[in-house]
């Protein structure tokens, strides 16, 4: 096996082992007052997410065309797309690292949605825009649920 169908294979066994952590987890019986709040912050950061990883992709075509102005929200998709992966997976894993985690997932999507929001006619910033909006919300509500106590 070359090294890249090594990589290529991490990365879906990564990808996969994730998302079973969450849907585990959305099965799971709540073992506490707040493990809900886990689970539908794991949910509202992975349907993040893939909204800024679908924006990534748009405001690449737009850059590569010569729409300069799409490169900060290009960048800042794809970097809010990572906070918002580490979030998903240790929210799932109800992680007592997950505060942490939404903490900064909250501040990365609030500078992910100001700037889509600076494009309110195209489909994907908007829709990139509400999901940032929306995981920032549920990630701040989890830390608030979560307290010190994790």
Do not use: Y
Not at 92 to 120: H, I, N, Q
Not at 132 to 150: D, F, L, P, Q, T
């Amino acid at each position: 096996m070359n090294r890249l169908s090594v990589l290529a294979a991490f990365a879906v066994l990564s990808t996969t082992t994730g998302w079973a952590v969450l849907s585990a987890r959305a099965d799971d019986k709540p073992a506490d007052a707040h493990a809900k709040h886990f689970d539908e912050c794991a949910k509202v950061c992975a349907d993040c997410q893939v909204a800024c990883e679908k924006n990534f992709h748009h405001c690449f075509k737009m850059v590569e065309g010569g729409k300069k102005e799409h490169a900060k929200a290009m960048h800042l998709s794809v970097d809010c797309a990572e906070f918002c992966t580490i979030a998903a997976k240790l929210s799932g894993r109800k992680s007592e690292l997950a505060v942490t985690a939404c903490e900064a997932c909250a501040k990365a999507c609030d500078a992910c949605a100001a700037e889509c929001a600076k494009f309110p006619d195209m489909p994907e910033m908007k829709a990139c825009a509400e999901a940032c909006k929306k995981c920032a919300a549920s990630c701040r509500e989890m830390v608030k649920m979560a307290g010190h106590k994790h």
